[in-house]
Each structure stands twice: as structure tokens, then as C-alpha cells.
């Protein structure tokens, strides 16, 4: 955990195409091992509250399962990160047998209330799988055209249309044309229960409405 005198990064970190910049506590861990040998990990000491720089704009807050289990200290730390930095932040959290209870409330503080993208992962190998994925997508998007100005905009769908395949009833299909829709998850949350209803049906569109209107 990232103490609460730790300064924050706030600005870019040049990172190499196929690059990980990472924290220096996560020397030795099991998704700094699961990175080896797929993508070049760099470690550094001075990241704040970023666990893994992805990219020159993306990167990562990593959640464990006792980070969730110890309290709200890892909700102060998203906070702070969202107030002082500019950067696309994924939060990576850990969604075990143990940490199931505190998912549903985390998912709708990190998506609705910081507006950030939120993947759940088994275990820190998982996680690694999961970072070297993003990674890839992200070199094949510049790689494919050397004067793409966009801002990892394909890297930011892949991760939101994940996001969306965790609210309750929805799957892949249904995220797909609920993100077709509706275009991001800000106005997927400010739908109306009719909106939704035209696209998925009325079970699952009150089962979406009611997911997001009790975190309001």
C-alpha cells in the first residue's frame, strides 16, 4: 500500500513501445515473473500511487485481495490518483473467494464515481496475462500506423467493453451493443430503464438500471 505521504506522479513517464514501467515493490512478485520474457518490465522506484505505466498516457493501479480485506485506505489512494493526474488509469483488482463481498462496491466506486476503468483478475499471474494483453493492443495499434495521434483510444475500448461485461446479465454481446449505443460508460449509467429496454430486453435492463441507480 502506497503510504499517504508518498507523492503522486502526476505526469507522463516516457515508456518504450512493449514496455512496462513498473513500481519498485513489485520486484520479485509473481506478475513482475509473469511479465518475463513477453514484455520488457522496467522497475523504478518514485511511481506514487501507479503500480505499472503501460504507456506515455495509460497506466495501472494494481488492488489486492488485502488491500480490500484491510479497509478503504486503496479507495483514499484511487482518489488522489484521479485529483492529481491526467493519465487513463485501469485498476486492476484482485476478485477472489475472499475479496467477492467488497467486488460489487469497489466496481461501482472505481466506474461510476472516478469514471475509471476496472478489470477483475483471479491472482497476480492473471494480472500479468492481463497487462501483457493491453500491452500488445497497444503496440499493434501504433505499429499499424506510425502517425496515429489517437490517445490509446482502441486500448481504452477494450478495457471499457471488459468493464461492461461485469455488470450483472450482461455479456459480451450485450456489452457490445449496449457500448454501440450509448458510447461509454458515462452515458450508459444516465440511461433511462425504456433507453436500455430497447437494446437488451426488459429483464436485463432492469437489472442494469438497478445495478447503477443504487450506487447513486
Known sequence: MTNESTPIRAGAVNVPLGHVIGNEKWKGSQVALGMQGKVKLILEDGLGTVDFHLSNKTCVLYISEADLVAGNGFKRRLVRFRNASSLQGIV?????EISDQYFPAVQKFVVLELGMT????????????????????QAKDRA???FLTKKGSQLLEASVFQTVQQI????K??????????????QLCNATQQELEQVVGRAVAQQIYTFFTQAK
Request: zero cysteines; glycine letters at 8%.
Open 92 to 96: 486492476i483488482v484482485e476478485k477472489t
Open 118 to 137: 476496472l478489470l477483475p483478475v483471479a491472482n497476480q499471474g492473471e494480472a500479468a496475462q492481463l497487462i501483457i494483453q493491453l500491452v500488445q493492443e
Open 144 to 146: 499499424s500506423n506510425p
Open 168 to 171: 450483472p446479465g450482461v455479456g
Open 173 to 186: 454481446t450485450k456489452a457490445l451493443l449496449l457500448l454501440e449505443q450509448f458510447g461509454n460508460i458515462h
